[in-house]
């Protein structure tokens, strides 16, 4: 039981390059997040899902896509990376609406040079 | 609109002394608060959570939290601090929808 995994761990992108980080959970869990971190700010949510094949947008979702064809996996996209773009993304998973706990991954570093 | 205020970015303490890392929150309707933990180069790990019953709720690592109705606030504690303690903690808020608002984070350090 590997939890919450993401890849890859650590990506370098130039600006206007593309790329897609993949969360994937072997817990049959429900609902998936994309967060970042950024320092002072806490996490802020990008997007979620409530369940296979739905998204929908967080707190700052601008420059960024998602998409959750399978229930274990939810891909982050990033269609024009820009340098504000620069962060850690943390993935989470949550069992359904009945759960509290929130799961997360190591964590993806992305800087945008 | 939900929001989660850590008012220290940094606590210092002295190994064996108690701790307190303080939050406090804004939220329409009861409350889910919840404590997460970050270790350096890690995700955030779950501590304790708050939905409802008694006002102080026991976690992992010794860890406890007291939630305050009046003053809108969950303060996470510790008896006595350890050096393994050190990371940056998060506090939480969800409500009845599904989304979590976390706080900036403060970041604890336990001297030796």
């Known amino acids: 039981n590997a939890g919450v995994t993401q890849t890859p761990k650590f990506r370098v992108l130039k600006t206007g390059q593309s790329m897609t980080l993949l969360c994937a959970q072997d817990m049959n869990h429900e609902y998936m997040y994309w967060y970042r971190q950024d320092p002072g700010m806490g996490l802020r949510l990008i997007h979620y899902s409530v369940g296979e094949g739905t998204t929908a947008k967080g707190e700052v979702p601008d420059g960024y896509n998602v998409s959750r064809l399978k229930k274990q996996n939810f891909l982050l996209g990033l269609e024009s990376a820009a340098p504000s773009q620069t962060s850690v993304y943390f993935c989470?998973?949550?069992?359904?609406?009945?759960?509290?706990?929130?799961?997360f991954g190591p964590g993806t570093r992305l800087t945008v040079l | 609109a939900q929001s989660v205020a850590q008012p220290e970015d940094q606590v210092n303490v002295a190994e064996g002394n108690p701790l307190t890392v303080k939050c406090t929150y804004s939220v329409s309707g009861n409350p889910y608060l919840f404590w997460y933990v970050q270790y350096p180069n890690r995700g955030l790990q779950f501590l304790l959570k708050?939905?409802?019953?008694?006002?102080l709720v026991k976690g992992s690592y010794g860890f406890e939290a007291e939630f305050n109705k009046s003053q809108t606030s969950f303060h996470l504690k510790k008896p006595s601090a350890l050096v393994s303690d050190s990371a940056l903690y998060f506090c939480?808020?969800?409500?009845?929808?599904?989304?979590?608002?976390f706080g900036p984070g403060t970041r604890l350090s336990v001297l030796p």
């Open positions: 989470a998973s949550r069992g359904d609406q009945s759960s509290d706990t929130q799961y």
């Open positions: 708050y939905i409802t019953g008694d006002n």
């Open positions: 939480a808020v969800r409500d009845y929808g599904q989304n979590f608002v």
